[in-house]
């Protein structure tokens, strides 16, 4: 019996080492894409390349609504990305909150309620947002889809100018249905990509759809989501 409660102890205290695995430090935490590996499915492959950047976006997941079958059709986003790698450096107690945080300060801005067209307006938005954060961060660039329908990474802000044209290659649910799903996408190899060469999208909070509609008419839902750029 004593043997037997020692082993089961010992699983669930290397369980939990496995899961709160201490990062070297100075470095940035370890992706937590365990949060949504299921008995079914294996969530999201494991990152190949180095982490170039952690960015905290807030904006818009956009969706027009289909008339004939009465539900929403996702039809891009645009959302401003800020630098959260320095930041969840040094206090990676914030990793599962952080999205949070940031869309309940975009939220809390009246302009969220009405977004422009106009990218730039929509910036100065996303930028009093981060002004109300305990500790600002960088501007790293902006995320928002071409008139084709690419996703697309222009991280002006940052030395070199990284930037990606993307194409989704994993998609599993957040770990509440309330929030946008995880993503994974990669390069679309075209020649304008450089540095970055691919992202996951994960730690979203909001940005999903109501269940149905009628007519048409867009709708632009906030949310805020990490950015984890590798290269
Ligand atoms: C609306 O949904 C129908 C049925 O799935 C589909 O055939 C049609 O292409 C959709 N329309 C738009 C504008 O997406
Ligand atoms: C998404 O919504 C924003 C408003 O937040 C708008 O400026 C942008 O043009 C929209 N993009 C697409 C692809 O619908
Ligand atoms: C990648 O996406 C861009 C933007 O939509 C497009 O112009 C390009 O043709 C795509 N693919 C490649 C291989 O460049």
Redesign the pocket.
């Known amino acids: 019996m004593a043997a037997f409660c020692l082993s089961l102890l010992t699983a669930s205290s290397l369980l939990s080492i496995a899961h709160s695995r201490p990062a070297p430090p100075n470095s940035p935490p370890a992706i937590p894409l365990y949060e949504v590996a299921t008995t079914t499915t294996s969530g999201l492959p494991s990152p190949t390349g180095s982490l170039k950047f952690i960015a905290v976006q807030i904006?818009?997941q956009?969706y027009t609504c289909n008339s004939t079958t009465g539900t929403y059709t996702a039809?891009?986003?645009?959302a401003q990305a800020f630098d959260a790698t320095a930041y969840l450096t040094k206090n990676p107690n914030t990793l599962d909150s952080l999205s949070k945080t940031y869309l309940d300060l975009y939220t809390d801005e009246p302009c969220s309620k009405a977004?422009?067209?106009?990218?730039q307006a929509?910036d100065r938005c996303e930028d009093r947002a981060n002004s109300k954060f305990t500790h600002p961060l960088p501007v790293l660039g902006e995320h928002?889809?071409t008139s084709t329908?690419t996703p697309t990474f222009d991280l002006y802000a940052a030395p070199g100018h990284p930037f990606m044209y993307a194409a989704k290659k994993g998609d599993v649910h957040a770990p509440s249905a309330d929030d946008v799903d995880w993503l994974y996408l990669v390069g679309n190899g075209s020649t304008s990509n450089r540095i970055i060469s691919s992202v996951y999208r994960i730690e979203t909070v909001g940005g999903v759809a109501p269940s149905s509609c009628s007519g048409t008419g867009?709708i632009?839902v906030p949310y805020a989501g990490q950015y984890w750029f590798y290269g």
Not at 75 to 78: H, I, Y
Not at 115 to 119: L, M, Q, R
């Open positions: 904006g818009t956009n039809k891009g986003a645009l977004p422009s067209d106009d990218v929509d928002y889809f329908g867009s632009y």
